[in-house]
């Protein structure tokens, strides 16, 4: 295989954020993270106490969203959820941006906002996953255009203390012609667009649309450090049944297909 299992398996934050999930879900998913040796869960604020207990003995991090799905939480509450998290033993942090800021321009007030939870995650030696929804920025905004506007987040995400900038949620669903709801998740493009215009010191997470295999290898061929899936088993059995058979593990499939 092109990678081994483990810097594969590495690479995946097992999320476990989907609003139905209960209690016992939670602890099923933190096992499941565990048998596969993930990097890491990516729970709920509220559940992070007890995934550390869970996760005991083992080298799976646990990291909370802040600020989730949409961001537009005050910048206070994204700090002090950031203190909570990390004071019940959060050793990552997925925060959102908030876009309506981002889209008037007010580029201040974005930058201060992921500082601010950049410096309270420092402060207790967690670090940082910047998300900017894609899925929404198709068209650009303040007069940039989509790539434009992916650019000028990742200087500040950057400037800011940003540990890694990341593409979606995973929650971000854009209404459809037809009135439906979905979305893309991370693509190849914006992917390639944000590893290009950070620094070697911050990181790339790809999250929505990478369902097998084959995307996450993509993702890892891009400059993707880490990469939010719910189909850890999926992805990680297949590897093994590729390399009981000898395959080269060369990608040949695409992200950006939806779901998470």
């Known amino acids: 295989m092109k990678y081994s299992y483990s ?14 999930m209960t209690d016992a879900d939670l602890e099923a998913g933190c096992q ?10 990516c729970i709920k604020p509220y559940a992070v106490k007890q995934a550390v207990e869970w996760l005991r003995g083992t080298d799976v991090k646990v990291g909370a969203v802040i600020g989730f799905p949409q961001g537009n939480s005050t910048t206070e509450s994204k700090r002090y959820e950031t203190e909570l998290a990390c004071k019940d033993g959060a050793v990552e942090i997925d925060m959102v941006v908030n876009l309506g800021k981002a889209l008037s321009a007010d580029w201040d007030y974005v930058e201060a906002d992921v500082k601010a939870v950049c410096d309270e995650a420092h402060k207790h030696g967690a670090k940082v996953k910047v998300i900017f929804e894609n899925d929404y920025l198709t068209a650009g905004g303040a007069g940039l255009s989509s790539d434009e506007f992916k650019i000028k987040l990742c200087q500040i995400c ?11 949620t995973g929650y971000g669903f854009v209404k459809q012609a037809d009135g439906s709801y979905n979305y893309k998740g991370a693509t190849e493009h914006d992917l390639a667009l944000m590893r290009a215009n950070v620094s070697s010191k911050v990181q790339v997470k790809a999250a929505g649309g990478v369902r097998d295999l084959d995307g996450l290898i993509k ?25 009981a058979a000898g395959d080269s593990g060369e990608a040949g499939g695409k992200i950006g297909a939806g779901g998470y």
Request: glycine letters at 6%; proline letters at 2%; aromatic letters at 4%.
């Open 7 to 20: 810097e594969l398996a590495k690479m995946i934050d097992h999320s476990l954020l989907h609003p139905t």
């Open 32 to 41: 499941l993270a565990a048998e596969y040796d993930v990097a890491s869960v």
């Open 158 to 168: 950057e400037r800011a203390g940003a540990d890694w900038v990341k593409t979606n």
């Open 219 to 243: 993702v890892r061929d891009l400059g993707g450090s880490r990469c939010g899936a719910t189909a850890t088993a999926a992805m990680m059995d297949d590897y093994r049944k590729r390399e």
